[in-house]
């Protein structure tokens, strides 16, 4: 069985900086592409960040892209996702998640339960 847990939410006032950790366990990290979404209130999931197997490349939504960083550690089996001048826009329930690649495409089969980022004003 493969889980992912992620950790590191919270509430933060706006122009503060989050980290959020993902935790994979039941099989290496390493067999996915690792991605990040969120889900803000009212709206649906949308993607954030995701990192190649190796962390060679990564890719970002146009929102967050130099804000946000997105990293792996194939060793302790995580995934991390750097936040920094956050703003009430960021506010959302955050998901780690695995991805199989197929044809270019990435298959999220696996999704963490979230944890929510609260960004006050």
């Known amino acids: 069985q493969v889980q992912l847990v992620e950790s590191g939410g919270g509430l933060v006032q706006a122009g503060d900086s989050l980290t959020l950790s993902c935790a994979v366990s039941g099989r290496p990290s390493t067999y996915y592409n690792m991605g990040w979404f969120r889900r803000a209130p009212g709206k649906e999931r949308e993607f954030v960040a995701r990192i190649s197997l190796s962390g060679v490349t990564t890719d970002y939504a146009d929102s967050v892209k130099g804000r946000f960083t997105i990293s792996r550690d194939n060793v302790k089996n995580t995934a991390n996702l750097q936040m920094n001048s956050l703003t009430p826009e960021d506010t959302a329930v955050y998901y780690c998640?695995?991805?199989?690649?197929?044809?270019?495409?990435?298959?999220?089969?696996?999704w963490g339960q979230g944890t929510q980022v609260t960004v006050s004003s």
């Open positions: 998640a695995a991805a199989i690649e197929s044809g270019g495409q990435f298959d999220y089969v696996h």
